[in-house]
């Protein structure tokens, strides 16, 4: 028999615990990374009381700058040396250890490399189907999620007792780093094992540009650029303009520039200001990309090229000759 008053605790607590998520932050070592404030806005859309775990070593810094993300009543810190590469077996560990405890409605992260090799493994631990890559929210069990390269939109309602989703950052304003006051926690205690993976070494392209995800403006270029010398007219021109560097993947394989840079259902989603795609024909897989920057801009030799039909202004011409005039262009008007 049930009593009344169990019956209350139980709907009262389970009624909180629907609407509580958890927000995988995502971080460098010095700093939360920006699509982990996308996530942490579409988890304030959701409604919920929202816990994020930082996972890492020596992640107290991080863990301080989460607290006073807008919205965010708790972090969860797992601080051990053996995370310190953050590898996606050890993270899932964590991740369900903090669910066994709390039970949450819902479980978020950013959409990237870092959960994409995160929340399946998340999902196959807990016997429950992942939602990848939504850009909207229309209830804490209904999303939108683009399918076939972006090229129609799928609205999908979700039983699972706990969503486990990640969330397009471009789809996202980034919630405001200041303002929140979340009270900082330990993670519940899990061994961390080694699931047989090591990390080795990494390999990090720096640069001083704007970083692709998250300019303003984005220079790309594709397989019109013909060589890996010529492409440097492309980081002339982003620099011309305080630009990101983006690429096609016709011009990674080519070997023009590393592939961190390509744009498309392969490489990276971006929404920029204003897009501007140089020797670029607008293949399906690049356009899913780069589709809902808000101004896209075109130069191509060929007036019947795809981009022209995205591009909100188009130029028909040569790049070796149009850019260098754009360039000295910008630097008249500054
Ligand atoms: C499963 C799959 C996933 C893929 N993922 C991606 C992805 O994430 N991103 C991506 O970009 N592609 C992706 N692709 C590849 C995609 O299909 C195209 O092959 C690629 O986008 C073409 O790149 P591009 O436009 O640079 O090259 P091209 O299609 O060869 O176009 C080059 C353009 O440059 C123009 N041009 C040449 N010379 C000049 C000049 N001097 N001045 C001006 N214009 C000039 C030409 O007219 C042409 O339009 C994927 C393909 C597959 C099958």
Do not use: W
Request: with cysteine.
């Amino acid at each position: 028999m049930i009593f009344p008053r169990t019956l209350f605790k139980t709907a009262f607590t389970s009624g909180y615990r629907y609407n509580s998520t958890l927000v995988v932050a995502e971080h460098s070592g010095d700093a939360l990374s920006k699509i982990t404030l996308n996530a942490i806005a579409a988890a304030n859309k959701l409604g919920s009381d929202i816990s994020v775990l930082v996972t890492g070593s020596n992640v107290k810094k991080i863990a301080e700058e989460t607290s006073k993300v807008n919205g965010v009543k708790k972090v969860i810190v797992a601080d051990d040396p053996k995370l310190k590469d953050q590898l996606p077996e050890c993270v899932a560990d964590v991740i369900v250890a903090a669910h066994k405890q709390n039970n949450y409605g819902s479980i978020i992260a950013g959409a990237s490399s870092f959960s994409r090799g995160i929340i399946p493994r998340v999902g196959g631990i807990l016997d429950v189907s992942p939602i990848s890559e939504i850009t909207e929210i229309h209830s804490n069990d209904t999303f939108t999620r683009p399918m076939y390269a972006g090229n129609a939109m799928a609205k999908i309602k979700s039983k699972a007792p706990v969503k486990l989703i990640t969330v397009r950052g471009a789809a996202f304003e980034a919630a405001s780093n200041t303002g929140g006051s979340g009270a900082i926690e330990d993670a519940p205690k899990v061994e961390i094992k080694e699931h047989g993976a090591t990390f080795v070494s990494k390999e990090i392209v720096k640069s001083d540009r704007p970083e692709l995800t998250s300019a303003k403006i984005v220079v790309s270029g594709g397989r019109g650029f013909k060589s890996k010398e010529n492409f440097e007219l492309v980081y002339k021109f982003a620099d011309a303009l305080n630009a990101g560097v983006g690429a096609s993947r016709a011009a990674v394989d080519a070997g023009f520039c590393p592939n961190d840079l390509q744009v498309g259902q392969t490489g990276k989603i971006v929404n920029p200001s204003l897009y501007i795609c140089c020797g670029i024909s607008g293949a399906i897989q690049h356009v899913a990309g780069m589709k809902d920057s808000k101004v896209i801009v075109a130069i191509n030799t060929d007036k019947e090229a795809p981009i022209f039909q995205i591009a909100d202004y188009g130029l028909v011409a040569d790049i070796f000759k149009a850019i260098p005039e754009f360039i000295d262009e910008v630097k008249n008007t500054k």
